[in-house]
């Protein structure tokens, strides 16, 4: 069962007061939560991974062999990468939520008015939109800021992948107690 | 009179003194007996294994008894929600506050 998230009533009541034309979307300080918390998710997955191999590479006592080293270090450098490459396009195009999106209850969903049904992201759209995220940061950040001037608060690399940031509804009622 | 009068006074005194010092006394004597006697329980339960049998028991019951198991599980997910809720209504409150912020200072661009 999905409904509008509760938390969403007030931000709408607010905006509405505003009296301007902006629609219910969440704004830049929820987006830049939840970035921040999904690049903590993946610092945290990437040092857990070198962790890891590096404990495998103990306990089979690799430092025996003579590239044993070299081989634990490419792998562990390699999962790093893995994570940095895979995390948010798979994320993305699997349920259209980060880590931290989820945390901070947004989606992000295709934003293509010829198909307003289709939300769903493709894998290569979601590669876009990752290489988009360094062009909105190289010049000083201003292509996130973009989105301060755009009423459905969408940021370059939202508009170099055909994108937008919607709030998921609320699918909490089966959770919750009573 | 007034000598018997001290006298009596200096009895008071002295009847006085011996109930705190025999209050004292036995407050002392329950302490010391409270502690000893736990001591020794503790003691007797800590060689006891059936002491340790029925700890093992009373855990395995409350690890395997489904009640007790939603419990915990509906404490720990509404505390996660109800944390969640608080940040995403926190953050909703900022967005709010950011837009406010932008649409006034748009505006007075827009009249200067």
Known sequence: ?178 | MISRLRRVGRLKKRVERAAHSIEERSRQVTRRGLQGGLEMTLIALARSPAFYRLVDEVVQYLVHHPDVEALIHQQTSSFAIDAVDELRATAARADTAFDRMVIALRRRVTAK
Not at chain 1, 102 to 115: C, E, M, N, Y
């Open chain 1, 1 to 178: 069962m999905t409904t509008r998230a509760p938390f969403t009533d007030e931000r709408r009541r607010a905006l509405e007061q505003l009296g301007a034309s902006v629609p219910l979307v969440p704004g830049l300080i929820s987006r830049w939560l939840a970035f921040l918390l999904d690049i903590a998710v993946m610092m945290l997955a990437a040092v857990a991974s070198t962790y890891l191999i590096e404990w495998t590479g103990e306990f089979f006592r690799l430092d025996k062999f003579p590239i044993g080293h070299r081989i634990v270090d490419v792998t562990s450098r390699v999962t790093v990468l893995l994570v940095w490459l895979l995390y948010f396009p798979l994320s993305w195009t699997l349920t259209g939520q980060s880590v931290g999106k989820a945390i901070l209850g947004l989606r992000v969903v295709r934003s293509d008015p010829r198909h307003p049904s289709e939300t769903k992201l493709s894998l290569p759209r979601c590669y876009l939109r990752v290489a988009g995220y360094w062009l909105s940061a190289l010049p000083f950040g201003l292509g996130f800021l973009t989105a301060v001037f755009n009423a459905e608060h969408r940021t370059l690399h939202d508009r170099i992948a055909g994108t937008r940031v919607v709030y998921q509804p609320s699918q909490r009622s089966k959770y919750r107690r009573g």
